[in-house]
């Protein structure tokens, strides 16, 4: 079992920037890839970013050059860094960990981006 708590979320303006973190506790040794999905109310949820655990990232295209995702292995813990947000970024963000064909979820963190 693998146990995931996000930080980080809340309320920024537009072009602001948050941080949210993923640490991971118990059979973290069996963790490949980590990352975020996000759901707005309304649409549906879609794949923010990936990092295996040798540090290879993806992206959404809608995340691409304004989000950076990053995983320090000794920690266990991944980071995902949102700079110049927009409205549109308004969402659940959800932190999971990939364990062979099974994803474990953190509690889901709300990030708002409003004037």
């Known amino acids: 079992q693998v146990q995931l708590v996000e930080s980080g979320g809340g309320l920024v303006q537009p072009g602001g920037s948050l941080r949210l973190s993923c640490a991971a506790s118990g059979s973290i040794f069996r963790i490949r890839d980590m990352g975020w999905y996000r759901q707005a109310p309304g649409k549906q949820r879609e794949l923010v970013a990936n990092i295996t655990r040798g540090g290879n990232t993806d992206y959404s295209d809608s995340v691409k050059g304004r989000f950076t995702i990053s995983r320090d292995n000794a920690k266990n813990t991944a980071y995902l860094q949102m700079n110049s947000l927009k409205p549109e970024d308004t969402a659940v963000y959800y932190c999971?960990?990939?364990?062979?064909?099974?994803?474990?979820w953190g509690q889901g963190t709300q990030v708002t981006v409003s004037s």
């Open positions: 999971y960990a990939k364990v062979l064909l099974t994803n474990y």
